[in-house]
């Protein structure tokens, strides 16, 4: 008899003492993390539902720009009718429509246009979910990408994505890749920026630094609804910014999406008509990115908690398993 | 403490039977259909879609196949950890299934994957992510394959009369055994944990930071409930003499880890504040309440001594356990997932050929495992023929 019940009993007791007293010496180890904050030249776009015209003008754009096939020819491109994102459309124009439309941007018997793409969530789902890193966000400009070397086609990312942006080609068998807005990133070179900003003839697309956006989207919040504005359209940081005709304030709702949803997002919105009957989820202040991450850092930080399981697992194993692989080989 | 000696035979027996022929029919719409998967793409085949971009074959395949396997897991924590001696005549047929259980798991990812040639960027340094939950998965899961095959070894060596190399490996296995019981135990609470980026669109009754443990306890739960489903259709398959008593015993083991799971999933519902949530009418509040009521039924049966000790009940008892854990999968990644507005996930013909070929295929190799190696106990009389 190697093992009797009590010692047994005490030994489990033992190993989990063990256990506790490590997470709390641990404790420091698995901090919760928080919401991580907007990089320090984060570039996105602003987007103001109350100037867009639905013109489209930006989905053609985004597709020329980022090299994919037209749905129409150049010639008929207004009647691009690319109604939903999909791994050729990176960027498209949706319309919300209540009774009978008469009215722009009014919630009842009205219409109201918003852009579907992605976010640049300041703490993204998809790079957290990416067992590969093939999603980054960039530390400087807070760009998520893509990169089609690193990716192994698992759709986590799209799982992940609350606002439902990254589309994978289910019809390719040997390339099948993720597709998403990168903010015309690969045209920075060229001293050129997001194509949907630069060919929106409203400014209803507006790219540039985060900050400066977040400034102007907050000075529009503020204007008297029925009075007139100007703005820039373009890029709001240009040398010589091109201003707009004068707008007159809509009825804004008191609310940037994006100030805040999923922790905050590189893209900000503003419109007269409630963001979720746009189409828009709510999403928490709290990033699930965060949560997640605090979930597994707190269970596998330095594989503390592992190696001390497998430690005291070991010690029970190298008496039991003994016992009976020996009475076991004595047969034999 | 006596230790019975135990001795292992193979069933031997014919290998070409009604049984056999149907299950390796079975596999054969899938091989055709897998071509096509890795010609055309996945979407030749399947009917997954940019809302709900996993399917059956994540979730049936991996999710609900790797915690059909966890009764090499689940036994191991009873026999080694727990020193329940009594329970080792069931260990070898266990681990058989579950080295077959993960090792097919294991090869349905490479089908869901779709740049699958890329797979092994989840175990190299310069790519792996330390955050992502699926990473800790991958390596999890493939690690664990090894330990299987490594605990399935000496049932081969035995069987290749291979003696020296099995008392090497003994004098080591205390280690694998330990790492058998840690990484399932890691991996498939990350099955669940996988669920909680997701956010809000999983419905809040099945959203919870809980998520590892909830997962983890019912893989453990699963792992009991398929020793005694597996131990009695094996019983009257391969006509061995009835392991009722030892396997009533494996249900009061069960019952516990049940009602266990049931008073955390409880106490996580109420104290997150969403129980009314259940009460009302939906898709998700519905299938909530089956599970629960098929969690209910197995807890009820398996705790009434009497009834966990006629084989039918108990196997009917089992059965419900494996329903319910199968179908809290199948609730938390389809039903409260929401794919988006007008998006609908239903799987294609030939994707569920897939899943069953797989299945199939399985099952197929277990009976021919057990006939050729020494997997069950020998009883009495020597069936060699």
Redesign the interface.
Known sequence: ???T?RS?LARILGSGAAVASAATAGAPVAEARGNKTLPPKAVGLLYDSTLCTGCKACVVGCKIANGKPLSTPMETAYLDDTKE??PDALNVIQMYVNGTPSAKDREENGFAFFKHSCMHCVDP?CV??????ALQKDAENGVVTWSR????????C???C?F?I???R????FD?DINKCQLCNHLWAEGKYSACAYVCPTGATLYGPVEMLHKEAKRRLSLKPGEKFRTVRGRIDAKKPQRTRAYTVPNYKQHIYGETE?GGTQMLMLSAVDFHKL?L????RRS??S???T???T??SYLVF?AI??AG??A????????????????? | ?S?A???YAPLRGRLVTPVTVILALLTLPAAWFLLQ????????V?N????Q??GIWIVFDVLIGTAFACGGYALALL???F?R?EY?PLMRPAVTASMLGYALGGAAVIV?????W??W??LWPG??????????V?VCITIYIFILMLEFA?IAL?RFGL?KW??LL?KV???V???G??LP??HQ??LG??L??????VHPLYQT?LL?LLYVLSALAMGYAIVIFEGTISGEGFRLPRETPLLAKVGRVLAWVVLAWLVIRFADLAWRGVLPLAFQPGRVSTMFWIEIALYAMAVLILFIPTLRKIPCMLFIAAASMLAAASLYRIDSYFVA?NP??QIHYFPSIPEMSITIGIASFEILAFIILVRLFPVFPAHGKSKAA
Not at chain 1, 128 to 133: D, E, F, H, L, N
Not at chain 1, 149 to 156: Q, S, T
Not at chain 1, 170 to 173: F, I, K, L, M
Not at chain 2, 127 to 136: D, P
């Open positions: 008899m190697s093992i019940r047994f994102l999909n789902s957290s979910a990416c067992p590969v890193q070397d690193a990716c192994i086609g698992c759709r986590y799209v799982m992940a609350a439902r990254p589309k994978f289910y019809t390719s068998a099948p999923g189409g989820p709510k999403v928490q699930w990115a949560i997640s991450e979930v597994q850092h269970l596998y592992p399981a497998l697992l070991m029970i194993t190298y008496r039991t398993a003994r016992v009976t692989e020996d009475e076991e080989g004595e047969e034999t | 403490m230790l000696h135990e001795s998967r890795f010609i055309y793409g996945m979407g030749a399947s997954l879609n940019n809302g971009a996993w026999v080694y950890i020193n001696h080792h869901d994957l779709g740049r699958w890329n797979f960027h989840l790519y792996a992510n330390v955050n992502s939950v699926m990473f800790e991958g000496p035995e003696m099995k008392k003994n296995m205390f280690a055994i330990a790492l019981v840690l135990s890691m609470s990350s944990s996988m909680i980026v997701m956010g809000g669109q930071v590892p997932y988006g507005d």
